[in-house]
C-alpha cells in the first residue's frame, strides 16, 4: 500500500473482509478465511486485536435485548469467544503477505497498537465503538500509520473530536467509514446520502462499514463516491460463529469485488458527448421515408410519409413542414426522404 491508502483509494474500491470471530477459534479455519479472501479478489482481510480482559471485565455486562444476535450472552464470555489469539497474528500476517492479500488489525487498546507495530502493522481501523476513546486515537496516530475510522454510534460532534485527536497527534492519511452499528443493518437506516456530506465536511475519503445482508447496499455506496467497502467475511454462515449471520460467503465475496469495481467504472465523468459505439449507433434512429409510392406532384400526408429506422433520410423534426408539399418525382415506397424529391 506504500506510505498513503489515499492513493490507491483513487483507483477502485478497497474491498475489506472482516475475519472478526468468524475463525471459530481455530487457526486453521482463520488460515483458510484469508485464503478465501485472497481467492475471491478482496485487497485486505482484517483482524480484530483484543482480548476479552483488554476490553471488559467478568460480570461487567449481561447483554439483554431480544433483538440481538447475542441476547443473554455475558459481554466477557462473548469477546472471549470472538477473540483472535494474538499468537494467530504473525502466522496470519505471513501468510496474507505470501497471498498478496494486505493484512491489518482494529486494536482495542494501547497495548494492542504496541503489539501491532511489532508485526508492521500498515494501516489501523479504529472501530465504531472505540472512536471516542481518545487514549486509543493519540497512540494510533503517534504512529504515524493510515487510518480508517468507522462512525457507527456516533454523533457529528464525536466524529469532529476524533478527527481533531487524530490530526493533532499527527495522523493526516484518514478515511472514514459510513457505518449503522446494527448487527445486522437495514437498507432504511444506512442513509448513504450521508456519504457525500461526510467527505466535503470532514475533508477525507470516505467509505462503508457494511453489515446489511447481500451486495446492494455496498454497490451502492460506491455510486456515492465510497472508495472503500468493509464486509464481515466467513467460510459458510451455516458453519455458526459470533459474527456469522451477517457475513458474506466466498462466492458472495467475489461478486461484491466485481460488481463494485463495475460501479466505479461506470461512475465516470460529467459527460453529454457521444462514445464511439454511440456514433455509430446514431445509424439506427428514425428518419423520413415514403411509406408508399408517391406519384410527381402528389402531396406528402401522414399516409404516405412514415417515421422509420434507419436515419438515412429527413429528420423527424420536418415532418410538419413537409405535409401538404408535392413530390418533384416519383418516390418508391420505402425511399428515405431527402430535399431533393420535394417540388419547389
Known sequence: MGNSISERLQSAPFIIAEMSGNHNHSLERAMQIVKAAAESGAHAIKLQTYTADTITMKGAYTINDEKSLWNGRDLYDLYTEAHTPWEWHKPLFDYAGKLGLVIFSSPFDITAVDFLEELGNPIYKIASFENTDHILLKKVAQTGKPVIMSTGVSSLEDIQEALHVLRNNGCLDITLLKCTS????????????????????????VGLSDHTMGI???????????????????????DGGVDSAFSMEPHELKELVEECERAHLA??????????????????????????????????????????????????????????????????????????????
Not at 446494527?182 to 475519503?205: H, Q, V
Not at 446492494?216 to 451455516?238: P, Q, W, Y
Open 182 to 205: 446494527t448487527y445486522p443493518a437495514s437498507p432504511e437506516n444506512t442513509n448513504l446520502k450521508t456519504i457525500l456530506d461526510m467527505r466535503e465536511r470532514f475533508g477525507c475519503s
Open 216 to 238: 446492494g447496499v455496498s454497490i451502492a455506496a460506491v455510486a456515492f463516491g465510497a472508495c472503500v467497502i468493509e464486509k464481515h467475511f466467513t467460510l459458510n454462515r451455516a
Open 267 to 344: 461512475i465516470g465523468k460529467i459527460s453529454y458527448e457521444l462514445s464511439e459505439g454511440e456514433k455509430k449507433s446514431t445509424l439506427f434512429k428514425r428518419s423520413l421515408y415514403a411509406a408508399m409510392d408517391i406519384q410527381a406532384g402528389e402531396k406528402f400526408t401522414p399516409e404516405n410519409v412514415r417515421s422509420i429506422r434507419p436515419s438515412l433520410g429527413l429528420h423527424t423534426r420536418y415532418f410538419e413542414q413537409l405535409m401538404g408539399l408535392q413530390a418533384s418525382n416519383l418516390i418508391k415506397a420505402g425511399t428515405p426522404l431527402s430535399w431533393d424529391f420535394i417540388k419547389q
